[in-house]
């Protein structure tokens, strides 16, 4: 299954509600990402730009779409982004591809 970074922003309204009721975000994380069918590897608050960043493995785009829609439109974030990862192999199937297909691409410098 493909694995995806989540990072997101907490909204104002939901660090004041985090810190006047200090409460287990991974959990209900994990809830709702399993209740998708996809599997939450880690989550960790962090300083920064962003304040939560999650490894999460989903069976496809659409179902990792999905889980960020329903957090997105929750109003505790005020920002995030998803960007899906790649392994290494993969990574190297990519490189292989661009080397067989940049003898058809011409770059403005010529």
């Known amino acids: ?3 995806y970074m989540f990072q997101g922003r907490y909204s104002t309204d939901a660090i004041k509600a985090m810190i ?5 975000r991974e959990a209900s994380a994990r809830t709702l990402i399993e209740a998708m069918g996809a599997k ?4 960790f608050f ?3 730009q962003d304040d ?3 490894i999460i493995e989903a069976p496809d785009d659409e179902t990792m779409a999905a889980a960020s829609m329903i957090i997105g439109g929750s109003g505790a974030f005020s920002g995030g982004a998803t960007t ?3 392994t290494a192999q993969q990574a190297m199937s990519a490189m292989q591809k661009a080397q067989t297909g940049r003898a058809s691409y011409t ?3 010529g």
């Open 1 to 3: 299954m493909p694995h």
């Open 20 to 24: 006047d009721t200090p409460q287990d």
């Open 40 to 43: 939450l590897h880690s989550m």
């Open 46 to 48: 962090c300083m920064g």
């Open 52 to 54: 939560v960043i999650a």
């Open 84 to 86: 899906k990862l790649m």
């Open 107 to 109: 770059p403005a410098t």
